[in-house]
């Protein structure tokens, strides 16, 4: 079973702030402090083929998963990440992605806002469909709020 969750936000930052962010490992390290237990880079330097190891706070029910970068498009301001193991992947999960596109503002001409909008793409077993109500637009939301602050006042 097949599903997609999306969010976008507008941010009153230039695009070229928020890729900074989001298209680096700057993103793993402030939502890890905020967010998670720990977060771990076990391989890369933020680009493509990076594993990031995250470690869940005790209350999300999950232990940890390993992410791995699959895609990082600076000029495009797309970056694509998916888990390879554990986390969801331990529910019956095949796949599940987390999509980041960093947009200029189609009606700001001045360039000093820009959107975010992230995507989860997902894939889970026919025998574990219940678990794909574990699937929520709240992590989503959870990474452009601390995102969304730290850029308004970096």
């Known amino acids: 079973m097949f599903g997609t969750l999306s969010e976008e936000a507008e941010v009153k930052v230039p695009a070229s702030k928020a890729w900074a962010l989001y298209g680096t490992l700057e993103i793993a390290k402030l939502v890890g402090e905020k967010l998670l237990e720990a977060v771990d880079v076990v391989e890369g330097d933020g680009g493509p083929g ?12 999950l232990s940890c998963c390993k992410e791995k970068f699959m895609k990082v498009d600076n000029a495009n301001m797309v970056k694509e990440v998916e888990v390879v193991e554990g986390g969801l992947l331990d529910l019956g999960f095949d796949t599940y992605r987390i999509r980041i596109e960093i947009k200029e503002h189609p009606s700001d001409d001045s360039g000093s806002s820009c959107l975010h909008k992230l995507t989860i793409e997902y894939d889970v077993k026919e025998e574990f469909a219940a678990n794909a109500s574990l699937v929520t637009p709240e992590p989503l939301l959870r990474i452009m709020r601390v995102a969304n602050e730290y850029l ?3």
């Not at 995250?54 to 029910?61: D, H, I, R, V």
């Open 152 to 154: 308004l006042n970096f």
């Open 50 to 61: 990076t594993i990031l190891k995250l470690t869940f706070k005790p209350e999300s029910g």
